[in-house]
């Protein structure tokens, strides 16, 4: 929790000791946001993954607090609904499919993890603010609690064929999330389209690194790490509630 709220203030307090620097804005909007995420986790000892799809969507915020030189600055926060986890790629040493003579399938295993994600970004922009076109990089600290999973596998942890398996790491099979508080770094780029009246279209791609472990990291515990990483898309609508006049 330390190094969450440190992280806040990292990316959060240079914005505003900056504020009154360059033309004031007083602009906040709300809207709403939906899109698509990759996932995967970051174990040690190694579990051979591919992305995991899933999907994102919730509520947005931005504040602009002031506009320096061609630099629109603003916070940017949301509070999101959103699917993680890991799809683990299961292949023998000639990096064929395994299969499983007990379920009569090939082995198959993703582990959905759904969580409430809040990131607060720093959101910088250049262009056009009322009317056309923006480009935008934003970064900062995101939050994140584990609400619920789901496993869609072909195999259990007691007849998985081992044997065959080029990556013979199981332990993370049966069990269950440990930490359900979540924190990382999200950072991302994006486009914004304002059409005055009707609100802006933000169409944006981030990056997520998790700082936390959803295992136990402790010498006893068998994963070292375990991660969240994720590459998500998202298309956003905002409306404006108070607009400066520029």
Not at 54 to 71: D, I, N, P, W
Not at 80 to 104: C, H
Request: with cysteine; glycine share 8%; proline share 2%.
């Amino acid at each position: 929790m330390r190094k969450a709220l440190l992280l806040l203030l990292f990316f959060i307090v240079p914005l505003w000791s900056n504020a009154q620097i360059g033309d004031h804005r007083n602009d906040l909007s709300i809207g709403l946001n939906a899109g698509l995420s990759m996932a995967n986790v970051g174990f040690v000892p190694k579990v051979t993954q591919t992305m995991l799809p899933g999907y994102t969507a919730g509520l947005s915020l931005r504040y602009v607090c002031e506009k320096y030189f061609s630099t629109i600055c603003s916070v940017f926060a949301e509070l999101n609904y959103t699917q993680m986890g890991w799809r683990e790629d299961i292949r023998d040493l000639n990096s064929a499919p395994v299969f499983n003579k007990t379920t009569g399938s090939y082995e198959k295993y993703d582990h959905i993890l759904n969580y409430i994600q809040l990131p607060a970004l720093a959101h910088l922009a250049w262009g056009n603010e009322t009317k056309g076109f923006n480009f935008f990089i934003e970064a900062g600290p995101q939050f994140g609690y584990f609400i619920t999973d789901k496993v869609n596998a072909t195999f259990t942890k007691d007849n998985a064929n081992i044997d065959d398996r080029a990556n013979k790491t199981i332990a993370q099979v049966d069990m269950a999330v440990e930490n359900k508080f979540d924190y990382g770094i999200a950072a991302g780029i994006g486009v914004e389209y304002s059409v005055r009246g009707l609100g802006h279209f933000l169409l944006s791609g981030r990056y997520y690194y998790g700082l936390a472990n959803i295992y136990g990291a402790s010498k006893s515990d068998y994963f070292a790490k375990s991660n969240h990483n994720a590459i998500q898309v998202r298309l956003s609508y905002l409306i404006d509630l108070t607009k400066t006049k520029h």
